[in-house]
């Protein structure tokens, strides 16, 4: 493909950055609309960290209407904390909170009880309002403090101010143990509703000549408040202050990521991202499962590539990326074999997984678990896809995120004789699971891996031993 866009959608293909839908919207048209196999336009998608710009919109809000000021102690919403009295919302806002580390929400989410207690147990080492700290904790703590004035969690206070508006009506946001908004991650939408999101942002937050959003609010949210702004090194449960030679191609603002030239992001995890282009009247939205380090380098990318594209007024055709992205994973099998309904039973594992039942039969190849957190049927289509809902566990991968029915597409294959592989598509997020079962006599070995994951991607292989 040529031309800026083509040649970005080659580079991150050659990186092994899978696209999932790539959505640009200029001057009051949408000019790209791609998606990537098995990923649709009306299924929702993680956002991951994008989240936090909507729980800014609704400390804007909350704001306009009276319930807060940006210059509030935070302690006065925690009596009873220890937190420095000098930090104030703003602070929340800018990620200068003063705390040594930051805080993620694949440690968060293990937490029994409020995750805003993560917050408070952490330690202000530095005077708040001066140095960056990027910490998912910090954006919870602001959808806690919205909840508490305006009396309901930040998802229903915004269905009326911003999602109705906007006409968003299928979306998920998941909620902490005390039953608040979680504010740093866990919003799921549609890309095209993400999309409606910037370009509110783009006009200013104004839609067909009424406003939505605040007065004054997007100038403020996308203002660059913090010039060099780097997320810090990612260790599996913290992120820790980045080294002396680390490269900020950013700063923050509101819960945005913002560049020098104005151009700004809502941006997250494994490459989800809404970018606002004000000067090119543009918006950028991408979903994607992109493996840790390189979706750090997706903003950068799509800064340069549309810069570039916005700057020569050339809508380029992508029909070749298209085509490519819309063809199945293939399913191909060494061998066509049936196997009857076969029962293991494992020790404890660290997949968690207690007991496996395995069938093959007539193309369809049933699998039952039975795990932490339940017993689970999925069916694979051999050689083909078959799509259901799942709540198997899967929160080791999945960067700690679990949900109940997760829509997946299942496939199998024999790989050898004795190796069926597995592959689970979840479709409303960056991950793909793939589970190989080797059977050795009475015995199988159970291995599982996933494409991209905050912490490991490959758990230990569990063996279990067949029942009679």
């Known amino acids: 493909m040529t031309g800026a866009v083509g040649s970005l959608l080659d580079t991150l293909a050659a990186r092994g950055m899978r696209v999932h839908s790539l959505l640009v919207h200029r001057h009051g048209e949408l000019v790209h609309d791609l998606w990537q196999w098995p990923h649709e336009p009306e299924l929702k998608h993680k956002l991951h960290s994008a989240t936090k710009s909507f729980t800014a919109a609704a400390v804007g809000f909350a704001e306009a209407e009276g319930l807060l000021e940006l210059e509030d102690p935070v302690a006065g919403y925690f009596p009873g904390s220890d937190l420095d009295t000098r930090m104030r919302v703003r602070d929340l806002l800018t990620m200068r ?46 959808s806690a403090i919205v909840q508490e004035v305006a009396g309901e969690p930040v998802d229903e206070y915004l269905r009326p101010r911003l999602f109705e508006p906007l006409g968003i ?32 942002h783009l006009r200013d937050g104004v839609l067909d000549g009424h406003r939505v959003l605040p007065a004054g609010w997007v100038r403020k949210a996308s203002g660059l408040h913090v010039r060099r702004a780097v997320s810090g090194e990612w260790t599996g ?19 945005f990521w913002v560049s020098e030239n104005g151009i700004y992001s809502a941006s997250g995890l494994f490459g989800q991202e809404c970018m606002v282009f004000p000067d090119h009247g543009g918006v950028v939205v991408v979903t994607g499962a992109m493996p840790d380090p390189t979706y750090h380098d997706l903003p950068g990318m799509l800064r340069e590539a549309f810069w570039q594209a916005f700057s020569s007024d050339d809508v380029e055709s992508l029909s070749p990326w298209v085509a490519r992205a819309r063809e ?29 039942s395995v069938e093959v ?5 049933r699998l039952g678990v039975e795990d932490d957190r339940g017993t689970h049927k999925i069916e694979h289509g051999l050689g083909e896809w078959v799509q259901q809902r799942t709540g198997v566990s899967v929160w080791r991968l999945h960067h700690s995120y679990q949900e109940d029915a997760a829509p997946v597409l299942a496939g199998a294959r024999w790989a050898e004789p004795d190796v069926l592989e597995l592959t689970w598509h979840f479709l409303e997020g960056p991950f793909i699971d793939r589970l190989t079962l080797r059977f050795e006599g009475d015995d199988v070995v159970l291995e599982h891996r996933v494409n991209c994951n905050s912490g490991p991607t490959v758990l230990p292989a569990a063996r279990g031993t067949a029942r009679a």
């Not at 299928?170 to 993400?194: C, F, H, I, K, Q």
């Not at 039969?361 to 190849?365: H, L, P, R, T």
């Open 361 to 365: 039969d007539a193309g369809i190849v």
């Open 97 to 142: 909170t003063g705390h040594a580390r930051g805080l993620s929400g694949a440690t968060t989410r293990l937490r029994k009880t409020g995750w805003a207690g993560e917050f408070l147990e952490e330690p202000v080492v530095d005077r708040p309002g001066r140095g960056f700290r990027y910490s998912s904790t910090t954006s919870h703590v602001l």
């Open 328 to 356: 199945p994973e293939p399913l191909e099998s060494v061998v066509d074999s049936s196997l009857p309904r076969r029962v293991f039973g494992f020790e404890p594992n660290e997949q968690g997984v207690e007991s496996l």
């Open 169 to 200: 009506t299928d979306y998920t946001w998941e909620r902490d143990p005390a039953g608040v908004s979680s504010g740093g991650n866990g919003l799921s939408l549609r890309p095209r509703d993400l999309l409606k999101f910037g370009v509110l």
């Open 237 to 255: 449960k913290e992120l820790l202050p980045p080294g002396p030679d680390a490269v900020a191609d950013s700063g923050y603002g509101y819960q």
